[in-house]
């Protein structure tokens, strides 16, 4: 099992998560944050740290975000590792609760 990112995250890209990541597992595009499945260690502590609840088990993702346990993968291989916080964007708090966001994720 490994721990999965997903739609919620998209132009929300809170950084809490990485700085508990004992493996820096995570990896970071324009606006949307992965994790790396080949170094996610499966210890949780990710979960709890992030604001919009994006952050899923593989085996509980919702049915309507199964998508993106491979696009994890996919973008984990093309992104490179973010191991420090950085300040969310502005509009952060804007795009928090808006649904169906996949066709804003920046590659």
Same mark, same amino acid.
């Given at each position: ?8 995250? *998209? ?10 990541? %004992? !493996? ?10 992965? *994790?790396? %499945? ?5 210890? !949780? ?5 992030? %604001? ?9 993702? %919702? ?5 993106? *346990? ?11 590792? *973010? ?13 928090? !609760? ?10």
């Amino acid at each position: 099992m490994t721990y999965v990112v997903t739609e919620a995250c *998209i132009k929300c890209k809170h950084t809490d998560c990485v700085d508990v990541c %004992p !493996t820096d597992a995570f990896r970071e595009g324009p606006n949307f944050l992965v *994790i790396d %499945p080949e170094e996610c260690i499966d210890c !949780t502590l990710c979960v709890a740290e992030c %604001p919009v609840d994006a952050i899923y088990a593989d085996d509980d993702v %919702p049915d309507d975000q199964r998508q993106f *346990i491979a696009l994890n993968e996919e973008l984990a291989k093309e992104w490179k590792p *973010i191991v420090e916080v950085k300040p969310a964007p502005a509009d952060a708090g804007m795009w928090a !609760t808006v649904k169906d966001k996949l066709k804003f994720l920046e590659r």
